[in-house]
Every structure is written in C-alpha cells, then in structure tokens.
C-alpha cells in the first residue's frame, strides 16, 4: 500500500544548509516544508538597516544589564550590538547546560546565522579530508576533494563568491566573481611579507559579496555589494550571500516550499514496521501547542548543536538512545576553530592614501605550517585573516585643545595600522561531546542540551606558533610597535561548530555515510555541521552548501529508482 504523506520532504533548519536544502527540492519539484524555530522574517524587511547611530537608543551599543540579562551568551559574538540583537536568541528563554564552558551562539529568525556570518568562503582542500586516516585522530571522512569539487563548482555561482585565483594547492580556487582589491598598505605588506617567506601567500579574502551580480543574482533581486559593512543588520539589496537573499528566495520562486516560523523540532518520529523515519513533531513557541507532520525525506539543517540535540531525544523502542544511534556515536567529536591569536602592529607612511567605503572582506594568509614537513610539537595548521586600515576620526574626538589646527586634526584619519588573526583546526576528540540533561527541559519540554567541549594540547601548542609567526611576519613586513596578543576563549566562540554526527565509512564507529545519509535510517539525512568529521582550518559555510546539494541530488535520484 502507498503511504500517503504531508509533504514529500521536510527540513528542519533555514539557515545556510536549510536554506540549500529548500532550494534544490523545490527545483525538482518536490512538495518541501522548511520548519524553523526562529521568529518570521522576510528578506527586505530589516528593521534597523540604515539608521544611523543617533536613531537608536543606546547609539548601537547595548546596556551592561541587558547583555547579561538577556545575552549572557550571545554577547561573545563580535556582531552582537543593539542594531543587531533581535537576530540573536534570547539567552534566558532558551536555556543550555555545560558541563565545560562553550558559548553556543544562535540566531532567533528564519535564515539563521546566515545574517550574522562574516561571509568569509574557503573551500577545503585534500589535505583536509585525508588528514584523520594520515595522523589517527577523528573518523576517516568517507569522501574526498575529488567528491566533492564538481559540488563547490555547483554552489559558487549562485552564492556569488569574490576572489582571487592563486592556483594553491592548500586553498582550491573557486568559481569566483572579481576580487575585492588590497588597499596599498595591504600591497606593500604583501610583497614584502612574500619577498621574506616566499612559502607564503597573502591575497584579497574570499567573501560571499556581490562584486559583479550575474543573471542568477538579478532573478533574485540580488545587487552589488555597496560596501556599508552593516551586513548582519540585513541587506535588502542581497550584497552579501544570506539564505533569505538567496537559496530560500529561490525556493520560494518554485512554489513548492511551505515555511513554517516558530516551530521547535523536538524529534524525529521513527516507523517501527518500516525502519524509516516517518516525520517529525514539533511546537509552536508561540501556542504552546504540539504538532506532527510527516514526509517520505528529512533532512535535519537546524544548525550543528540543534541538530544533534533534536536527534538524540528523538527516542524509540529500537532507538532509546537517539535515532540511528545503535553504536552510541551520536553527540560526540565536537570541534570549533581556534583563535583569538595574532599580531598588530602600525605601518609608516602613506598617510597621502585612503580608501573608499567599508570593504567587507581584507586579506588571507592561507595555511602554511604542516603541508610537506610536520613540526614536532603540534598536528594540523592554521591560516590567517586581517586587513590594513587607517584609524578613523572617533579616536580623535578624545583629544583636548583649541584653535583651527585642533579642529582640522580631529577631523582627518590617524596613521595605517594591520592585524593579522590566526583561525587553527581543532583535533577530534570523541571525548569532546554533547548530551541530553536527564531531567531539566525548556519552557516547551525540549531536554536541555549540555555541553562538555575544551580544547587540548594540541590547540595550546598551535596558539603559540600563531601569536610567534604572526610577529615574526608584520616584523618583516616593516611594521612598527609590532606586538602579539592571545586570549583565552571558549570553544564556540569562533560560531564554526562542527561533529555530533560523523560521516564515516564504517557503522560501528560513524553516524553517517558518504551521502550524509544515516547508516540506519535511510531516509534521514544531516547535511549541516553535525556532519563533519574534522574541522579544517577555514571557514565552512559554503562546505556546508556543497554537501547539502550533493546529498540532496542522491536522496532525488534514489527516490527517481524507487529506493527511498
């Protein structure tokens, strides 16, 4: 007998994965439901775009007691100010455990953290994917770059990526729209930093602005990048890639995709008869009221942490301890970036030279340490981000004087300054983890999700070579009052949470395979963070997006040959 279902496809999640999801069912045609805890958002309908300082209440910044009241959390985010706060989760509503310090930042709309992200887009290289089997740490991915290469190819275009092509093995070059050009200063670093250690390289960022629209962007509304630097406030022209701006916007166009806002996903139901997976249950935070809907395809997107947690309480005779979870792996191997490590320093002269607009990309250093040779001390490596700029009038206005000379000082620029800021890979460890609370649960009854993440040796050893070659670097470069810095930071700081739910080539020891389908419930998929089997050293949004449409295809040509 055919079963009859809902909808043909749900995803759980609207964020950079979600939003893809969204849109690659409903270009094939299936009847899809995105489900998204966050509040209802339309792109274009961004409250606070534009207004300048004095509009808002506290100038953009938010009240001591407000942060700690409302954002005890979210207030690690660099992007968390008072033009941006209604993008970010109420931290008292929404309660988590830890059992070791991690700051989970989340978002609170449709789109997710595809608002907040700092649009920076790297592709993994092989190195990346084949380094778990070469130094016996994590679970051996059960792709490689080759695999995946065609999909990045497929996402690049439609995310519209600027870039430079470097021809580096260590950092693939894409499908990349005009580069955003190095400011002078930056240049000058450049060669001299290159002249001094010709096995590096430093080159414009890789940012998903639009710094050439093409016909796929203008379908969608989409326009150049007018360089503001307000992206998390929202950006009703589409600069800058977000899932509202683009994937959902396509989705939309099909009408295929229904988008239900406010609905927590608390589990994913198992069909004991069939072994699949029959739908989901969710509630409305806004009723209170409890729901099910059901699809012959889900696919959880809801971000790395939500995902695992939704997963876990997703409890059966067969499953007890979460679905798909017979071998117990669920909610292990969680990894964050490492950071909050580098160099600054001030750069003579040019004081003749400016620059125009807030360009919202600066330049990379792509990694270099542990390629050919492997250093003693730690394993994996780390790139760089940074950029040159001038020091801008505010930090003028605390001069004392009097007199026209005073006036004119106070209103021009200070002197060049550069800062490099080191993002290094993280080991996986299966001891590094997340679980349900056996008894505290959210105002809607959804377990309370504890954490209990640190970093290691590995990622000390590695902070120290960061902080030591990043001086060693602006010191060669010329740079004055050159000096490193390091803080301590927990992990989840660096919002580049990955692991709950490994691909893997074995069952026994992996959540998922090569498809980011479940090794045990075939119709089920996770094609977000929770996906990964190690980190990288760069930033992983359009990686997300790669494997999300790969996995998507599969799961359309198994449903064409009658297999799901």
Known sequence: MKIKFDFDVIVVGSGMSGGYAAKEFCEKGYRTLVLDRGKPLEHGNYKTESLPPWEMEFRGKLPKEQLVEEFSTQRKSYALTDFTKHHFINDKENPYQQDKPFDWIRSSSIGGKSLLWARQSYRWNKLDFEANAKDGHGIDWPVRYEDLAPWYNYVEPFIGISGSTEGLDILPDGKFLPALPLNVVEREIKAKLEQAYPERTLIPARVAHLTKPQKVHLELGRGQCLARNECQRGCSWGGFYSS????????????????????QVQEVLYDELSGKAKGVAYVDTVTGERKTVSARIIFMCASTLASVQILLNSKSKTYPNGIGNSNNVLGHYIMDHTGAVGARGEVPGHLDSYYKGRRPGGIYIPRFRNIKQQ????????????????????????????????????????GWKFMLAG????????????????????????????????????????????????????????????????????????????GGACMGKNPQTSYLNKWNQSHEVDNLFVTDGAAFSSISCVNPSITFMAFTARAADYADKQIKAGKL
């Open 244 to 263: 509202l701006s683009g994937a959902l916007a396509a989705a939309k166009k099909t009408s295929k995709m229904t988008l239900t806002a406010n609905a």
């Open 375 to 414: 250093r003693s001390d730690y394993l994996r490596g780390f790139g760089y981000q940074g950029k040159a700029e001038r020091s801008g009038w505010q930090n003028n206005t605390r001069k004392k004087g009097l007199g026209e000379d005073f006036k004119l000082s106070i209103r021009s620029p200070g």
């Open 423 to 498: 993002f290094g890979e993280m080991l996986p460890d299966y001891n590094n983890k997340v679980y349900l609370h056996e008894t505290q649960k959210d105002q809607w009854g959804m377990p309370l999700l504890v954490t209990s993440v640190s970093y290691g040796e590995n990622t000390e050893k590695m902070k120290l070579d960061i902080e030591k070659s990043a001086v060693d670097m602006l010191t060669a470069a010329g740079l004055t009052k050159v000096e490193g810095f390091s803080y301590d930071v927990n992990p989840g700081s660096f919002v580049h949470e990955m």
